[in-house]
């Protein structure tokens, strides 16, 4: 049964999905208050490079696993954070299956660790659980308009099925579960071929090469900037008193794709045209967080605003990013 976790200052903090993008800005901000963090990871769309600096800090310990298969570690663990699980929709869409049961069966054997050492778990969910919302913006009462049989799916319904289990394991008082429905979060350390819209973006403008937009360019997203996201994600996972309701963690800055392009365009003026591409199946026309919740519960809200976080996101990756060779000539 649950265990009260201590309140020692240092806690042992296990997080999956550490050698990610969230996942290692997070390990940072552990290891930097003192906490002790294991790092789980399969390198499915994690890097080596992301947790490179952390390797001979004392307190992090990377395990290279899969969280499809049962984990067990010999340490006591205070905390669990899940953030396992390919995040952009080219990587989880290109082994469907795999990431439909990272999120189901991964997150059960994490529930059953958290069981197993008393420790509360964070779970990474998504606005991805509202699909293409017909409310906008998006409270988290919303139930969402999901496609339970398209490409998303693997997802979206993936992410669906584990807040269920979450939820189950916290109604029989099994584990305390916090779920956090993330929303569009950007910055330093994504993959540069992720393919997910501001790492394109920039990475292309960089390269001086077309930026690509898919649809009209009319679809809305909000983007959060990763500092402030790593911050509600321990404010949630802390709060004393467990809100046992799913919160939104997000900025509610909205903007089309379009206009997204164009301020990268401006920030790097050496990159090429717009160009269009086919709008994708199933994408989201609009988004939005509603973060009232947070606000009340966390006394949080972002603080980055978009031209800053982009100029960090350029910023590093100008220092980052391999120099594209050289065009050859025929
Ligand atoms: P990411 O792809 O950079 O990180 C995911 C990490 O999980 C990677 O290191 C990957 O190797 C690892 N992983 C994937 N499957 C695994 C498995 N079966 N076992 C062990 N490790 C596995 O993505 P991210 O942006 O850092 O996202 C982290 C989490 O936050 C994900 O769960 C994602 O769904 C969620 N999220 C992110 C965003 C965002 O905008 N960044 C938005 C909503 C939700
Ligand atoms: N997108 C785009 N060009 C790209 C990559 C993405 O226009 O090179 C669009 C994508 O179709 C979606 C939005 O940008 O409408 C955000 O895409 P992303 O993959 O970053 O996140 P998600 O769709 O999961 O919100």
């Known amino acids: 049964m649950l265990q009260k976790n201590d309140r020692r200052q240092g806690k042992t903090v296990l997080v999956a999905g550490g050698a990610g993008f969230l996942g290692s800005h997070l390990s940072d901000m552990l290891l930097s208050h003192g906490h002790r963090v294991i790092s789980v990871d399969n390198f499915l769309t994690g890097s080596l490079e992301n947790v490179a600096p952390l390797r001979n800090h004392p307190a992090f310990r990377l395990i ?3 969280i499809c298969e049962p984990l067990t570690v010999p340490e006591n663990v205070d905390q669990i954070y899940n953030l396992a699980c390919a995040a952009s929709p080219p990587n989880y869409q290109a082994d469907p299956i795999h990431t439909m049961m990272t999120s189901v069966r991964g997150t059960g054997h994490l529930l059953q660790l ?3 050492k008393g420790a509360s778990l964070l779970q990474a969910s998504t606005s ?3 699909g293409d919302p017909e409310q906008h913006p998006q409270r988290e009462d919303y139930w969402g308009h999901v496609n339970c049989t398209g490409p998303r799916a693997c997802y979206d319904e993936g992410k669906r099925a584990a807040e ?3 939820f189950d394991y916290l109604r029989l008082g099994r584990a305390d579960v916090r779920i956090a429905r993330i929303f569009n979060t950007y910055g330093p350390r994504m993959q540069p071929d992720d393919g997910r819209i501001v790492s394109n973006l920039i990475v292309q403008a960089l390269q001086g090469r077309e930026l690509t937009v898919y649809g009209t360019g009319e679809q809305t997203r909000s983007f959060c ?3 402030d996201l790593i911050r509600g994600l321990a404010a949630l996972m802390n709060v004393e008193e467990n809100p046992c309701v799913p ?3 997000g900025n509610p800055q909205e903007f089309t794709i379009a206009e997204l392009a164009e301020r990268v365009r401006a920030e790097l003026p050496g990159s090429g045209e717009i160009v269009y591409r086919p709008l994708p199946k ?3 026309r609009r988004r ?3 973060i009232s919740r947070a606000r009340e519960l966390l006394n949080w809200a972002p603080e980055v605003s978009l031209a800053e976080g982009l100029r960090l996101t350029i910023d590093w990756f100008e220092k980052t990013l391999p120099a594209p060779s050289p065009v050859l000539k025929p």
């Open 64 to 66: 290279e696993h899969d």
């Open 114 to 116: 958290a069981e197993e």
């Open 128 to 130: 991805e659980v509202y």
């Open 164 to 166: 269920a289990l979450c």
């Open 225 to 227: 900037y990763v500092s």
């Open 247 to 249: 919160v939104n963690l």
């Open 282 to 284: 199933d994408d989201p």
């Open 288 to 290: 939005r967080p509603d």
